[in-house]
């Protein structure tokens, strides 16, 4: 079980002067597995991912990546990393095959594998067309998949990506997003991001840091739950005395709304839709809308980021 | 490894006009210098028939080149050196880098190659002047040999100084101006320890110079001190520089 985590961060801990940017971070990330990683403008999210990467030494704790630590062996930690910071770096003077075949080599890629795995990573994200190309004349999509090229050309086992998908365009937003995908098949990933509906999209386990701190670590069904709320929308074009709803078997209240809706409160465990749906049949009460009512991933976030005020006020 | 960040950063080099302007311009002046060189001696020869133990052609021509030459890099090499890191940091392509399974020594290292080795192909264009005279005349080998090692080895210090100073800032031109006033100081420094001759600090004075070790192998002296002095002063500031790049990862 331990072997197949391919990161393990223990108590990470980073200070800039006095202000302390990352307090107390443990996690783990499985093999094949996707960590989103999220959290408002200036959380902490990529001090942590750079500390992770070998861009900061942290102020205290260990991170070690596929078994090896980072800390103590860097080399030979970094072999088994890919990182694409905020800012894809980029030497905008190259053509995008020798900045891909450059990265190769600093990855320590043999000489005979390097030129294979360009139009590998070329493929893979979809650049195969612009290879001759200067990257200082590509578009921002482009030069954010070459980032990621950079990243997986190797391929190692932990892929980083920071915000890989800022400043896109919806469309290559949906590309860089099956990319992702594509890659949780053979790297574990970790990926930052303060968009919310991305993590939903791609992620099987989310992470929010908030201040520093950890203050969520759910698996995207744990998340699913945690969004479904005891309330079911009923909308009915002959609506029956509040009365008769209350008495249909697990509802507990009933909140008349505008235009022939109902909110209906119910058990957590026992929606009474079926139900529901068969008395309004045999009493003709024309059934419109039957929705159960869920918090969305906004308002989780809001809800433990507020959470963390209110104490931090207190 | 190093090999690779090295030929990255030639190559990066030679992809802007940079590089190919100062190999001109340099190229231009130092021309025109060895010609002016080349008619003096011209018009020295009759006297210089009658002497002795007449200076050569290798005194009287290739050591002056040698030396100005020295002068004229001392204004261009922070110009080749500034982009070095705070390039990188600038356009924050440092990343790649720190988060490749390279070490800092080995990214400074090979980045002082790369640069090295463009110095190294201004030097062997500069040579070829000297040795042109070898058509209708004869050099005195070791004392041009001394001088170019002289040169090799000045230049060499130059862009070690340099790539420090890039470590220190984000600001090409910030290293460039820094980088012009420590050599341009370790060059003129030992005029002060010409004034205190007679106190006893001018030995360190004149030690610490750049200067003073050139001209004894300008002059055709090889002296191990010398170039001990030259290394020293490599290793010295790729030290810093390793030291510099690595403060950035730690707390502050």
């Known amino acids: 079980m331990e072997t197949d985590s391919l990161i393990d961060v223990q108590h990470l801990y980073r200070y800039y002067g006095t202000h302390c940017a990352v307090r107390d971070v443990s996690f783990q990330v499985k093999r094949g597995e996707v960590l989103g990683f999220l959290g408002p403008n200036g959380a902490g ?49 190259l053509t995008v095959d020798e900045f891909l075949a450059y990265c190769a080599r600093l990855d320590r890629m043999a000489n005979n594998e390097v030129r294979r795995a360009v139009s590998y990573a070329k493929e893979r994200c979809g650049l195969s067309d612009v290879g001759a190309r200067l990257i200082g004349n590509l578009s921002k999509g482009y030069q954010q998949r070459i980032g990621i090229a950079q990243a997986i050309i190797h391929t190692p086992a932990v892929v980083i990506l920071d915000e890989p998908t800022v400043g896109l365009d919806p469309i290559q937003i949906r590309e860089i997003r099956k990319l992702i995908r594509d890659l949780s098949a053979e790297h574990s990933v970790i990926l930052s991001t303060h968009i919310l509906p991305e993590v939903q999209a791609i992620c099987d386990r989310v992470q929010i840091i908030n201040k520093g701190e950890l203050v969520l670590t759910d698996s995207i069904d744990g998340l699913t739950r945690r969004m479904q709320q005891a309330t079911l929308i009923v909308g009915l074009h002959r609506p029956p005395e509040a009365a008769t709803l209350k008495a249909i078997a697990g509802v507990l209240e009933v909140e008349a709304l505008d235009d022939g809706r109902f909110r209906l ?9 079926e139900a529901l749906a ?37 | 490894m190093i090999r690779h960040i090295a030929a990255r950063e030639l190559r990066t080099l030679f992809l802007s006009p940079l590089a190919w302007s100062i190999l001109g311009v340099v190229q231009f002046i130092l021309a025109y210098l060895f010609l002016t060189q080349v008619q003096e001696y011209a018009r020295l020869q009759p006297q210089l028939a009658m002497m002795h133990n007449a200076p050569g052609m290798t005194e009287v021509i290739v050591a002056p080149l040698l030396g100005t030459a020295a002068i004229i890099l001392l204004l261009i090499v922070p110009l080749v050196t500034m982009r070095l890191v705070s390039e ?15 070490s800092m020594t080995e990214i400074i290292i090979g980045k002082y190659f790369g640069v090295v080795a463009f110095l190294a192909i201004q030097l062997a264009l500069v040579a070829l002047m000297p040795l042109s005279l070898l058509i209708g005349g004869s050099l005195d080998m070791g004392q041009f040999a001394a001088g170019l090692l002289g040169l090799l080895l000045m230049l060499a210090a130059f ?3 340099g790539l420090y100073m890039s470590t220190l800032t984000a600001q090409p031109t910030v290293a460039a101006v820094s980088t012009f006033g420590l050599l341009l100081l370790l060059w003129l420094i030992n005029w ?6 007679d106190s006893g600090s001018s030995g ?13 192998l300008l002059s055709g002296v090889f002296d191990t001190g010398d170039v001990i002095y030259y290394l020293l002063f490599i290793v010295l500031f790729l030290v810093f520089s390793v030291r510099r790049l690595d403060a950035d990862r730690l707390q502050h």
Do not use: C
């Open chain 1, 45 to 93: 999210k990529s001090t942590t991912m750079q500390m992770l990467t070998g861009n900061l030494a942290p102020s205290a704790g260990g991170i070690t990546i596929n078994g090896v630590d980072l800390l103590e062996y860097p080399k030979r930690a970094k072999t088994s990393l890919g990182y694409l910071p905020e800012q894809p770096p980029l030497y905008r003077e």
């Open chain 1, 265 to 273: 409160h119910h058990e957590p465990d026992q929606p009474p839709a």
């Open chain 1, 278 to 314: 068969e008395q309004a049949v045999s009493g003709g009460w024309g059934l419109f809308e039957l929705t159960p009512e869920r918090l969305s991933l906004e308002e989780i976030f809001v809800q433990l980021t507020d959470n963390e005020a209110i104490e931090e006020a207190a």
């Open chain 2, 88 to 102: 990188e940091r600038r356009n924050r392509t440092l990343p790649l880098l720190l988060s490749a399974p390279v």
């Open chain 2, 159 to 161: 862009a070690a100084a």
């Open chain 2, 192 to 197: 002060a320890g010409n004034a205190v001759s």
């Open chain 2, 204 to 216: 360190l004075f004149a030690y610490l110079s750049l200067q003073q070790h050139f001209q004894s």
